[in-house]
Protein backbone atom coordinates (compact mmCIF):
# COMPACT_ATOMS: atom_id res chain seq x y z
CA UNK A 1 0.00 0.00 0.00
CA UNK A 2 1.23 3.52 -0.92
CA UNK A 3 1.61 5.70 1.73
CA UNK A 4 2.45 8.97 -0.74
CA UNK A 5 0.46 11.68 -2.32
CA UNK A 6 0.66 11.94 -5.87
CA UNK A 7 2.99 14.16 -7.05
CA UNK A 8 6.49 12.70 -6.44
CA UNK A 9 7.90 13.62 -9.39
CA UNK A 10 11.47 14.00 -8.19
CA UNK A 11 11.93 10.37 -7.09
CA UNK A 12 10.29 9.40 -10.25
CA UNK A 13 12.93 11.06 -12.04
CA UNK A 14 15.70 9.59 -10.03
CA UNK A 15 14.62 6.51 -10.07
CA UNK A 16 14.24 6.56 -13.99
CA UNK A 17 17.48 8.43 -14.09
CA UNK A 18 15.39 11.52 -16.20
CA UNK A 19 15.31 15.10 -15.43
CA UNK A 20 11.95 16.08 -13.16
CA UNK A 21 10.89 18.11 -16.37
CA UNK A 22 10.41 14.48 -18.83
CA UNK A 23 8.36 13.19 -16.29
CA UNK A 24 4.39 13.86 -17.62
CA UNK A 25 2.91 13.33 -13.91
CA UNK A 26 -1.13 12.25 -14.34
CA UNK A 27 -0.70 11.81 -10.23
CA UNK A 28 -1.29 15.78 -8.95
CA UNK A 29 -4.26 17.25 -9.80
CA UNK A 30 -2.79 20.39 -10.64
CA UNK A 31 -4.40 23.39 -13.11
CA UNK A 32 -3.07 21.86 -16.62
CA UNK A 33 -2.49 25.74 -18.24
CA UNK A 34 0.34 25.86 -15.09
CA UNK A 35 0.44 29.43 -13.11
CA UNK A 36 -0.65 32.60 -14.01
CA UNK A 37 1.58 34.36 -16.09
CA UNK A 38 0.15 37.73 -14.11
CA UNK A 39 1.02 36.08 -10.83
CA UNK A 40 4.55 35.31 -11.58
CA UNK A 41 5.20 38.63 -13.01
CA UNK A 42 4.22 39.93 -9.20
CA UNK A 43 6.12 37.12 -7.48
CA UNK A 44 9.10 37.90 -9.39
CA UNK A 45 8.29 42.00 -8.59
CA UNK A 46 8.26 41.11 -5.04
CA UNK A 47 11.97 38.62 -4.79
CA UNK A 48 13.76 42.14 -3.63
CA UNK A 49 11.58 42.13 -0.69
CA UNK A 50 12.52 38.00 0.62
CA UNK A 51 14.83 39.89 2.75
CA UNK A 52 12.08 41.33 4.97
CA UNK A 53 9.66 39.37 7.24
CA UNK A 54 5.94 38.82 4.98
CA UNK A 55 3.12 41.13 5.84
CA UNK A 56 2.32 39.44 9.14
CA UNK A 57 -1.80 40.53 8.23
CA UNK A 58 -1.52 38.94 5.22
CA UNK A 59 -3.98 41.70 4.57
CA UNK A 60 -3.67 42.05 0.82
CA UNK A 61 -4.27 38.63 0.27
CA UNK A 62 -7.22 38.57 2.70
CA UNK A 63 -8.94 41.41 0.63
CA UNK A 64 -8.26 39.74 -2.51
CA UNK A 65 -9.87 36.48 -1.36
CA UNK A 66 -13.13 38.32 -0.12
CA UNK A 67 -13.53 40.18 -3.68
CA UNK A 68 -12.97 36.88 -5.39
CA UNK A 69 -15.61 34.29 -3.09
CA UNK A 70 -17.75 37.48 -2.31
CA UNK A 71 -17.28 36.57 1.57
CA UNK A 72 -16.40 39.15 4.42
CA UNK A 73 -12.86 39.58 5.32
CA UNK A 74 -13.71 38.73 8.47
CA UNK A 75 -14.66 34.92 7.53
CA UNK A 76 -11.58 34.52 6.29
CA UNK A 77 -7.99 32.70 7.41
CA UNK A 78 -4.81 31.74 5.35
CA UNK A 79 -2.15 29.33 6.11
CA UNK A 80 0.70 27.25 4.98
CA UNK A 81 -1.44 25.56 2.12
CA UNK A 82 -4.57 23.48 2.81
CA UNK A 83 -3.26 21.29 4.57
CA UNK A 84 -1.54 23.66 7.86
CA UNK A 85 -5.23 24.38 8.18
CA UNK A 86 -6.45 20.97 8.72
CA UNK A 87 -3.93 20.87 11.47
CA UNK A 88 -5.04 23.70 12.98
CA UNK A 89 -8.72 22.87 12.58
CA UNK A 90 -7.61 20.08 14.44
CA UNK A 91 -6.43 21.75 17.36
CA UNK A 92 -9.62 23.52 18.13
CA UNK A 93 -10.41 22.58 21.91
CA UNK A 94 -13.30 20.38 23.49
CA UNK A 95 -13.19 17.76 20.42
CA UNK A 96 -12.77 14.28 21.14
CA UNK A 97 -14.17 12.22 18.34
CA UNK A 98 -14.38 12.55 14.15
CA UNK A 99 -15.22 11.15 10.79
CA UNK A 100 -13.85 11.32 8.04
CA UNK A 101 -14.71 10.26 4.29
CA UNK A 102 -13.59 6.65 2.87
CA UNK A 103 -11.92 6.85 0.42
CA UNK A 104 -10.99 10.64 1.26
CA UNK A 105 -7.76 12.57 1.54
CA UNK A 106 -5.65 11.12 4.02
CA UNK A 107 -4.66 14.77 5.45
CA UNK A 108 -7.64 14.66 7.78
CA UNK A 109 -6.82 11.57 9.52
CA UNK A 110 -3.61 12.19 9.84
CA UNK A 111 -4.27 15.77 11.21
CA UNK A 112 -6.75 14.36 13.97
CA UNK A 113 -4.30 11.47 15.05
CA UNK A 114 -2.29 14.26 15.45
CA UNK A 115 -4.13 16.35 17.70
CA UNK A 116 -5.01 12.56 19.68
CA UNK A 117 -8.77 12.56 18.13
CA UNK A 118 -10.26 9.28 18.15
CA UNK A 119 -10.91 8.54 14.15
CA UNK A 120 -13.83 6.69 12.51
CA UNK A 121 -14.10 6.38 8.57
CA UNK A 122 -17.25 6.88 6.98
CA UNK A 123 -17.57 4.87 3.92
CA UNK A 124 -18.75 6.26 0.63
CA UNK A 125 -20.52 3.11 -1.79
CA UNK A 126 -19.77 2.71 -5.27
CA UNK A 127 -23.42 2.46 -6.80
CA UNK A 128 -25.21 3.10 -10.35
CA UNK A 129 -27.72 5.12 -10.90
CA UNK A 130 -30.54 4.22 -13.14
CA UNK A 131 -29.03 4.56 -16.56
CA UNK A 132 -25.59 2.58 -15.24
CA UNK A 133 -24.00 5.17 -14.81
CA UNK A 134 -21.27 4.52 -11.78
CA UNK A 135 -21.54 7.05 -8.64
CA UNK A 136 -20.40 7.09 -4.97
CA UNK A 137 -23.25 7.31 -2.75
CA UNK A 138 -22.42 9.69 0.01
CA UNK A 139 -24.25 8.35 3.58
CA UNK A 140 -25.73 11.36 4.84
CA UNK A 141 -28.43 8.85 6.49
CA UNK A 142 -25.42 7.71 8.69
CA UNK A 143 -24.43 11.10 9.40
CA UNK A 144 -27.35 12.38 10.56
CA UNK A 145 -27.98 9.09 12.84
CA UNK A 146 -24.48 9.41 14.45
CA UNK A 147 -25.60 13.41 14.77
CA UNK A 148 -28.95 12.60 16.51
CA UNK A 149 -27.04 9.94 18.82
CA UNK A 150 -24.79 12.39 19.75
CA UNK A 151 -27.19 15.14 21.20
CA UNK A 152 -27.65 15.60 24.88
CA UNK A 153 -24.09 13.75 25.20
CA UNK A 154 -20.76 15.03 26.82
CA UNK A 155 -18.85 14.28 23.39
CA UNK A 156 -18.62 17.01 20.60
CA UNK A 157 -17.24 15.68 16.85
CA UNK A 158 -15.84 16.97 13.66
CA UNK A 159 -17.10 15.29 10.69
CA UNK A 160 -14.83 16.30 7.40
CA UNK A 161 -16.48 16.11 4.18
CA UNK A 162 -14.43 16.52 0.45
CA UNK A 163 -16.55 18.71 -1.74
CA UNK A 164 -15.57 17.65 -4.18
CA UNK A 165 -14.62 14.42 -2.54
CA UNK A 166 -10.90 12.97 -3.89
CA UNK A 167 -10.16 10.95 -5.53
CA UNK A 168 -13.98 9.81 -6.61
CA UNK A 169 -14.89 13.57 -7.00
CA UNK A 170 -18.83 13.26 -5.21
CA UNK A 171 -20.22 16.53 -4.53
CA UNK A 172 -22.37 17.26 -1.70
CA UNK A 173 -26.45 18.15 -1.91
CA UNK A 174 -26.24 21.10 0.09
CA UNK A 175 -29.96 20.24 1.71
CA UNK A 176 -28.45 17.32 3.08
CA UNK A 177 -25.72 18.93 4.06
CA UNK A 178 -27.85 21.87 5.90
CA UNK A 179 -29.38 18.81 7.47
CA UNK A 180 -26.13 16.97 8.87
CA UNK A 181 -25.07 20.97 9.69
CA UNK A 182 -27.95 21.86 11.69
CA UNK A 183 -28.15 18.13 13.13
CA UNK A 184 -24.59 18.48 14.31
CA UNK A 185 -25.10 22.19 15.84
CA UNK A 186 -27.51 20.29 18.14
CA UNK A 187 -25.36 17.72 19.05
CA UNK A 188 -22.14 21.21 19.58
CA UNK A 189 -20.24 19.91 16.46
CA UNK A 190 -18.40 20.57 13.82
CA UNK A 191 -18.78 20.44 10.23
CA UNK A 192 -15.16 20.78 8.22
CA UNK A 193 -16.44 20.83 4.00
CA UNK A 194 -12.96 20.68 1.98
CA UNK A 195 -13.19 22.29 -1.19
CA UNK A 196 -9.42 22.09 -2.61
CA UNK A 197 -10.81 21.39 -5.61
CA UNK A 198 -13.99 23.48 -5.60
CA UNK A 199 -12.75 26.02 -8.01
CA UNK A 200 -12.34 23.19 -10.85
CA UNK A 201 -16.47 22.16 -10.84
CA UNK A 202 -18.70 24.61 -12.75
CA UNK A 203 -18.49 26.93 -15.74
CA UNK A 204 -19.99 30.15 -13.41
CA UNK A 205 -17.67 32.81 -11.98
CA UNK A 206 -15.22 31.56 -8.87
CA UNK A 207 -17.42 33.50 -6.39
CA UNK A 208 -21.22 32.27 -8.07
CA UNK A 209 -20.07 28.37 -8.40
CA UNK A 210 -23.46 26.60 -7.42
CA UNK A 211 -21.88 23.89 -6.33
CA UNK A 212 -19.69 25.49 -3.45
CA UNK A 213 -20.95 24.80 0.47
CA UNK A 214 -19.57 28.85 1.50
CA UNK A 215 -22.30 30.19 2.25
CA UNK A 216 -23.49 28.04 4.70
CA UNK A 217 -21.11 30.04 7.19
CA UNK A 218 -24.03 32.01 7.38
CA UNK A 219 -26.87 30.51 7.94
CA UNK A 220 -23.99 28.13 10.74
CA UNK A 221 -21.93 28.82 12.79
CA UNK A 222 -20.60 25.71 13.22
CA UNK A 223 -19.06 25.42 9.39
CA UNK A 224 -15.46 25.55 8.30
CA UNK A 225 -14.86 25.38 4.43
CA UNK A 226 -11.14 24.79 3.80
CA UNK A 227 -9.91 25.80 0.59
CA UNK A 228 -6.57 25.45 -1.51
CA UNK A 229 -5.44 27.58 -4.07
CA UNK A 230 -2.31 25.80 -5.11
CA UNK A 231 -4.42 23.20 -7.13
CA UNK A 232 -6.08 26.09 -9.21
CA UNK A 233 -3.60 28.30 -9.89
CA UNK A 234 -0.82 25.33 -10.35
CA UNK A 235 1.56 26.17 -7.49
CA UNK A 236 1.77 23.36 -5.07
CA UNK A 237 5.71 24.66 -4.25
CA UNK A 238 3.85 27.71 -2.85
CA UNK A 239 1.70 26.87 -0.03
CA UNK A 240 -1.38 28.89 0.41
CA UNK A 241 -4.75 27.71 1.45
CA UNK A 242 -8.00 29.46 3.42
CA UNK A 243 -10.24 28.82 5.57
CA UNK A 244 -14.14 30.34 5.91
CA UNK A 245 -16.11 30.38 8.60
CA UNK A 246 -17.59 32.50 11.39
CA UNK A 247 -15.29 34.94 13.24
CA UNK A 248 -15.15 33.86 16.24
CA UNK A 249 -14.03 30.27 15.04
CA UNK A 250 -11.85 32.48 12.31
CA UNK A 251 -10.04 33.68 15.88
CA UNK A 252 -9.63 30.70 17.39
CA UNK A 253 -7.95 29.26 14.37
CA UNK A 254 -5.81 32.06 14.07
CA UNK A 255 -4.13 31.03 17.87
CA UNK A 256 -2.84 27.89 15.82
CA UNK A 257 -1.27 29.23 12.64
CA UNK A 258 2.31 30.41 12.90
CA UNK A 259 2.94 34.06 12.53
CA UNK A 260 4.59 34.80 8.46
CA UNK A 261 3.05 31.13 7.68
CA UNK A 262 2.54 32.63 4.48
CA UNK A 263 5.75 33.59 2.94
CA UNK A 264 6.24 36.87 0.55
CA UNK A 265 6.02 35.10 -2.73
CA UNK A 266 2.55 33.40 -2.18
CA UNK A 267 1.27 36.55 -0.73
CA UNK A 268 2.25 37.88 -4.32
CA UNK A 269 1.56 35.79 -6.73
CA UNK A 270 -1.70 34.65 -4.82
CA UNK A 271 -3.23 38.22 -4.92
CA UNK A 272 -2.27 38.65 -8.98
CA UNK A 273 -3.57 35.53 -9.24
CA UNK A 274 -6.90 35.79 -7.74
CA UNK A 275 -7.38 38.96 -10.27
CA UNK A 276 -6.12 36.99 -13.57
CA UNK A 277 -9.69 36.97 -15.05
CA UNK A 278 -8.57 35.59 -18.19
CA UNK A 279 -6.91 32.82 -16.41
CA UNK A 280 -9.93 31.56 -14.62
CA UNK A 281 -12.01 31.80 -18.12
CA UNK A 282 -9.32 30.50 -19.76
CA UNK A 283 -9.09 27.38 -17.12
CA UNK A 284 -12.65 26.56 -17.20
CA UNK A 285 -12.76 26.74 -21.26
CA UNK A 286 -9.44 24.20 -21.18
CA UNK A 287 -10.97 21.99 -18.63
CA UNK A 288 -14.54 21.87 -19.91
CA UNK A 289 -12.70 20.71 -23.16
CA UNK A 290 -10.58 17.95 -21.62
CA UNK A 291 -13.28 16.90 -18.99
CA UNK A 292 -15.15 15.73 -22.04
CA UNK A 293 -12.84 14.26 -24.54
CA UNK A 294 -10.89 12.02 -21.23
CA UNK A 295 -14.17 10.93 -19.96
CA UNK A 296 -15.57 9.29 -23.28
CA UNK A 297 -12.41 8.58 -24.15
CA UNK A 298 -10.96 6.21 -21.13
CA UNK A 299 -14.97 5.49 -21.17
CA UNK A 300 -14.36 3.50 -24.76
CA UNK A 301 -11.54 1.22 -23.04
CA UNK A 302 -12.85 -2.37 -22.36
CA UNK A 303 -11.64 -3.68 -19.09
CA UNK A 304 -11.88 -0.60 -16.91
CA UNK A 305 -15.21 1.05 -15.21
CA UNK A 306 -15.02 5.27 -15.33
CA UNK A 307 -16.69 7.58 -12.98
CA UNK A 308 -17.83 11.02 -14.34
CA UNK A 309 -15.79 13.25 -13.53
CA UNK A 310 -16.70 16.73 -11.67
CA UNK A 311 -13.30 18.64 -11.40
CA UNK A 312 -9.66 18.14 -12.72
CA UNK A 313 -9.14 14.44 -11.77
CA UNK A 314 -10.79 11.17 -12.84
CA UNK A 315 -11.02 7.91 -11.28
CA UNK A 316 -11.37 4.34 -12.99
CA UNK A 317 -11.95 0.77 -11.45
CA UNK A 318 -10.09 -2.01 -13.35
CA UNK A 319 -11.71 -5.02 -13.87
CA UNK A 320 -9.51 -6.71 -16.29
CA UNK A 321 -7.86 -10.20 -14.11
CA UNK A 322 -4.63 -9.70 -13.54
CA UNK A 323 -4.24 -6.22 -14.01
CA UNK A 324 -3.43 -4.12 -11.24
CA UNK A 325 -2.78 -0.33 -10.42
CA UNK A 326 1.01 -1.65 -9.88
CA UNK A 327 0.51 -3.31 -13.65
CA UNK A 328 -0.55 -0.17 -14.91
CA UNK A 329 2.13 2.16 -13.15
CA UNK A 330 5.24 -0.14 -14.57
CA UNK A 331 3.84 -0.56 -18.20
CA UNK A 332 3.59 3.90 -17.85
CA UNK A 333 6.75 4.13 -16.52
CA UNK A 334 8.37 3.18 -19.80
CA UNK A 335 6.51 6.40 -21.09
CA UNK A 336 7.78 8.53 -18.56
CA UNK A 337 4.05 8.68 -17.07
CA UNK A 338 3.02 8.14 -14.05
CA UNK A 339 -0.77 8.01 -12.93
CA UNK A 340 -2.17 7.86 -9.03
CA UNK A 341 -2.38 4.25 -7.23
CA UNK A 342 -5.64 4.59 -5.30
CA UNK A 343 -4.23 1.47 -2.59
CA UNK A 344 -3.78 4.04 0.13
CA UNK A 345 -7.29 5.16 -0.03
CA UNK A 346 -9.25 3.38 2.81
CA UNK A 347 -11.93 1.27 1.18
CA UNK A 348 -10.27 1.32 -1.87
CA UNK A 349 -8.05 -1.51 -3.35
CA UNK A 350 -4.74 -1.65 -5.75
CA UNK A 351 -7.96 -2.13 -8.29
CA UNK A 352 -8.38 1.67 -8.16
CA UNK A 353 -6.51 4.33 -10.56
CA UNK A 354 -7.30 8.59 -10.64
CA UNK A 355 -5.79 10.50 -13.02
CA UNK A 356 -5.25 13.91 -12.99
CA UNK A 357 -6.86 16.01 -16.25
CA UNK A 358 -4.28 17.34 -18.58
CA UNK A 359 -3.22 19.33 -21.48
CA UNK A 360 -4.96 18.02 -24.94
CA UNK A 361 -1.55 16.05 -26.26
CA UNK A 362 -0.85 14.90 -22.83
CA UNK A 363 -4.12 13.42 -22.43
CA UNK A 364 -4.44 12.06 -25.96
CA UNK A 365 -1.07 9.80 -25.59
CA UNK A 366 -2.29 8.92 -21.78
CA UNK A 367 -5.47 7.62 -23.37
CA UNK A 368 -3.12 5.94 -26.41
CA UNK A 369 -1.01 4.50 -24.03
CA UNK A 370 -3.48 2.73 -21.25
CA UNK A 371 -5.56 1.64 -24.41
CA UNK A 372 -2.34 -0.41 -25.70
CA UNK A 373 -1.63 -1.67 -21.94
CA UNK A 374 -5.28 -2.56 -21.12
CA UNK A 375 -5.61 -4.76 -25.12
CA UNK A 376 -7.24 -7.81 -24.33
Keep these: ?10 QFAHEQRIEPYEVIDFSANINPLGPSQRGLSSLEAQLRYISHYPDATNDDVLNAIADTYGMNKHQITVGNGAAELLYAICRLPGYTGAFVPAPGFSEYKEALEASRIAVRDIYYRPREDDNGKPYFEVPYLALETFAAELKGQDGRIIVFLGNPNNPDGTLLDKNHIRTVASMLKDANSLLVIDESFIDFVGNDTLQDNEYSMRSLINEFDNIIVVHSFTKFYAVPGLRIGAAFSNPQIIDQLNKFIPTWSVNTLAQAYTESALNDIEYVKRTKQ ?37 VTADTINEALKKHNIIVRNCDSYMGLSNQWVRIAIKDHDNNVRLVDTLTEILKV
Excluded at 1 to 10: A, D, E, L, V, Y
Excluded at 289 to 306: F, K, R, S, W
Design 1 to 10: MSKIHGGNIF
Design 286 to 322: VLCEEQHYMYNALDAIAGITVYPPSANFILFHIEQEG
